[in-house]
């Protein structure tokens, strides 16, 4: 099949040169796999005959980056791009499911696209035309994710593989071929060898994709293997948050509803999640059974507790759940309006919004401790009450008929 791939002058220039050196190479993998599905690669991968050191006698008029020389991995750095040149090699064992224990070079293409995880994946290319040797373009157009191979023996190679299998589906809209969707549950139980960096890395690309509905559902037994507390929910429980998951595009409330009656924080630190994201779905699922009254008193308060931009997503985690009925929903709407208006016209809801500071109570004679928060504590909650105006001499009043 002819298929030409517009490649970036800085990789056509870093083939032309391992050629112009008498070596074959290749730009492979993920960048052709993207190219051929109309996307714009994120990087260029190189592979080629020249050995490690051939590939940095070659390029010894650039800057060069023993990147894994024992792998045969050198990264080049032509006009500020990055391009990682990896020798032809075939895998040996992979005695920990995740790298192989040795490497051994040599000069056949095939025997290099033949290690690789997916068909769509062990594509390589030139100017001279398509190496295809598993069928990746044929799944591609199908699309299709599938093995090299023996799906069990890709997956007992590296159990990562299990979840990109996943991933892949999930973001390019794919299915799993048959062999290898059997394997995936087959072989699940690999996952336990492999890091939570590398887990969680995969599994927030996923919730991400166009099919992460029908993805994990399909594979929950497969997700329970490194987040066991969905075990406890039923099936169709776990459907429901999936659909729900779906209508939404913020991961913080993808997760939320995921999560959502289970130790969040648990889950996420154990998967080795950023601190600022396991703080925000801890406060949403613990909110998420909070009546939100669209009334402002009622909405300054959830202000307060909250913060504005952890309300909005609050807002918009329970009006993306499927247990709460249309009509509850629509209290939702009124209640974001209110609390945009209260914004916009920088009413009260906080201490940050408050007219006086613990430094003018202490002025006024108030001793220092902690009377003087207990005492900003009480204003704040009758300002919101409208039972005091947010004006400095107003408050001041009201301080100095409490020390009569």
Known sequence: MDIEIKMPEEAEKALNILKSCGHEAYVVGGCVRDAILGSVPSDWDITTSALPEEISSCFKNYRTINTGLKHGTVTVIINKMHLEITTYRIDGKYSDNRRPDEVTFTDKVSMDLKRRDFTMNSLAYNKEGIV????????????????????????????????RAMRFAAVL???????????????????????????????????NGIKCSEILSEYKDVVEVFIPEISELRDELWTERLNSASLVDNIIIKLSLLFYGMDAELILRRMKSDNDTIKKVKLLTLNMDGEIVPEIPAIKRWLNKMGYDNMKLLIHLKDASLKYPEAEKKYLRKAEELMDTIVRQNQCYSLNTLEVKGTDLIAAGIPKGPGVGKLLDEMIEKVMDDELENKKDVLLGYVNNKKL
């Open 173 to 207: 809209g794919f299915n799993v071929e048959e062999d290898t969707r059997k394997s995936i549950h087959k072989n699940k139980n690999l996952l336990q060898n492999i890091s939570f960096e590398r887990i969680n890395n995969e599994f927030m690309k996923l919730l």
């Open 132 to 163: 295809d040797l598993f069928g990746g373009i044929e799944d591609i157009k199908n699309k299709i994710v599938k093995c090299v191979g023996v799906p069990d023996e890709r997956f007992q190679e590296d159990g990562l593989r299990i979840l």
